[in-house]
């Protein structure tokens, strides 16, 4: 039972490349998140999928696509990298939208030049 | 104490002690609160979770106190050990019109000194 697994753990992009951090949970978890991590800043939310065929906008998904494969599977996509960008990038899963702990992956740092 | 949008950045204790890791929320309609550990590194961990309900809750070395009256929210970790050097933070679930959001605090790095 790996958990959260995140692809790929480190990532250097220049301005303006594209790419996309993959995510996999194998706990049968409806819900899944994209999170990113900031100096001094909490984790914040991207964007989520309550369940299997449904994404939604979170607090900063300026810059960001994603797209939920199945029921295993959330993708982040960075269409045009930015600097701003750059931050460690952490999926999570849990059972469901209502009030259920997270699980998390071990997460991505990304560097945008 | 950590507050969900301020930053307390430190706690040293000695091996032994206990330690208190404190968090203030904002949102007097947040019913349900969680603890994570984050080692360098690594995603965060769940601790211990408390809902709204309750005022303690206690786990393995861990105890977490709600007080909702001050909106106040705290980790106890009894005889702190080495491997519990660590960011610690708090998350607070927020209901709105959307659904449920996790709303995360800067967390506290707790230095266990040996």
């Known amino acids: 039972n790996a958990g959260v697994t995140q692809t790929p753990k480190f990532q250097v992009l220049k301005t303006g490349q594209s790419m996309t951090l993959q995510c996999a949970q194998d706990?049968?978890?409806?819900?899944m998140y994209w999170y990113r991590q900031d100096p001094g800043m909490g984790l914040r939310l991207i964007y989520y999928?309550?369940?299997?065929?449904?994404?939604d906008k979170g607090e900063v998904p300026n810059g960001y696509n994603v797209s939920r494969l199945n029921k295993r599977e959330f993708s982040l996509r960075l269409e045009s990298a930015a600097p701003s960008q750059t931050s460690v990038y952490f999926c999570?899963?849990?059972?469901?939208?209502?009030?259920?702990?997270?699980?998390f992956g071990s997460g991505t740092q990304l560097s945008v030049l | 104490g950590e507050s969900v949008g301020l930053h307390l950045p430190t706690l040293s204790v000695q091996e032994g002690d206990n330690s208190i890791i404190n968090c203030a929320y904002s949102?007097?309609?947040?019913?349900?609160f969680i603890w994570y550990k984050q080692e360098s590194g690594k995603g965060p961990q769940f601790i211990i979770d408390?809902?709204?309900?309750?005022d303690k809750r206690q786990g393995q070395r861990v105890t977490v106190l709600l007080n909702k009256t001050v909106k106040h929210l705290s980790l106890q970790i009894a005889a702190t050990q080495p491997g519990d050097s660590a960011v610690y933070f708090c998350?607070?679930?927020?209901?709105?019109?959307?659904?449920?959001?996790?709303?995360f605090g800067t967390g506290t790095s707790l230095t266990v000194i040996p």
């Open positions: 408390i809902r709204s309900n309750m």
């Open positions: 949102n007097s309609a947040s019913d349900y």
């Open positions: 999928s309550a369940s299997e065929g449904t994404t």
């Open positions: 706990m049968n978890h409806n819900s």
């Open positions: 998350a607070e679930n927020r209901h709105s019109n959307t659904g449920n959001q996790f709303y």
């Open positions: 999570a899963s849990s059972v469901d939208r209502t009030n259920e702990k997270l699980f």
